[in-house]
């Protein structure tokens, strides 16, 4: 099952996925992409003027062409997935997107979405982390017995 997940470039929610036997889908393997690219002129902005256009899926002209740009990159990462995991609330360092507002646009699509998904506050402690961790499990657990 592919899962995606928000931040939706967390390596540690990205791991545990992973560990699960689920593939994550992570704006790491998509961007890979786009370096790789001989076609995108300037990594590792990663950017093209194209994206911007088709993030009017995702927001209206008014939104910043930055948050266009990300949603461009991160939408169809979503809309991909069979299932989604979030953690909100989390600190920059766990997996900063670098917009507040395209965060806002992520979890709004996230929420409104008809795929399965989990979303958790960020974790405080230890022991709120394993019970995070084993909420997660959990509903990937279900998820397989859903196929």
């Given at each position: 099952?592919?899962?995606?997940?928000?931040?939706?470039?967390?390596?540690?929610?990205?791991?545990?996925i992973e560990r699960s036997g689920h593939e994550p889908l992570?704006?790491?393997?998509e961007l890979s992409v786009r370096?790789?690219?001989?076609?995108?002129d300037s990594p590792p902005l990663n950017i093209t003027p194209e994206d911007s256009s088709?993030?009017?899926k995702y927001a209206s002209a008014e939104a910043p062409s930055g948050?266009?740009?990300?949603?461009?990159?991160?939408?169809?990462?979503?809309?991909?997935?069979?299932a989604i995991v979030a953690l909100k609330n989390s600190p920059i360092s766990f997996g900063c997107l670098g917009c507040a507002r395209t965060n806002e646009f992520l979890l709004y699509m996230i929420h409104s979405s008809k795929k399965p998904h989990i979303i958790l506050e960020y974790?405080?402690?230890?022991?709120?982390?394993?019970?995070?961790?084993?909420?997660?499990?959990?509903?990937l657990k279900r998820m397989d017995n859903n196929d």
């Amino acid at each position: 099952m592919k899962v995606a997940i928000f931040p939706p470039n967390s390596l540690i929610l990205a791991d545990l996925i992973e560990r699960s036997g689920h593939e994550p889908l992570t704006i790491m393997k998509e961007l890979s992409v786009r370096v790789r690219d001989p076609e995108i002129d300037s990594p590792p902005l990663n950017i093209t003027p194209e994206d911007s256009s088709r993030g009017l899926k995702y927001a209206s002209a008014e939104a910043p062409s930055g948050v266009r740009g990300r949603l461009a990159v991160f939408g169809p990462i979503y809309e991909e997935a069979d299932a989604i995991v979030a953690l909100k609330n989390s600190p920059i360092s766990f997996g900063c997107l670098g917009c507040a507002r395209t965060n806002e646009f992520l979890l709004y699509m996230i929420h409104s979405s008809k795929k399965p998904h989990i979303i958790l506050e960020y974790p405080s402690s230890e022991e709120e982390t394993i019970c995070i961790v084993r909420e997660i499990l959990d509903f990937l657990k279900r998820m397989d017995n859903n196929d």
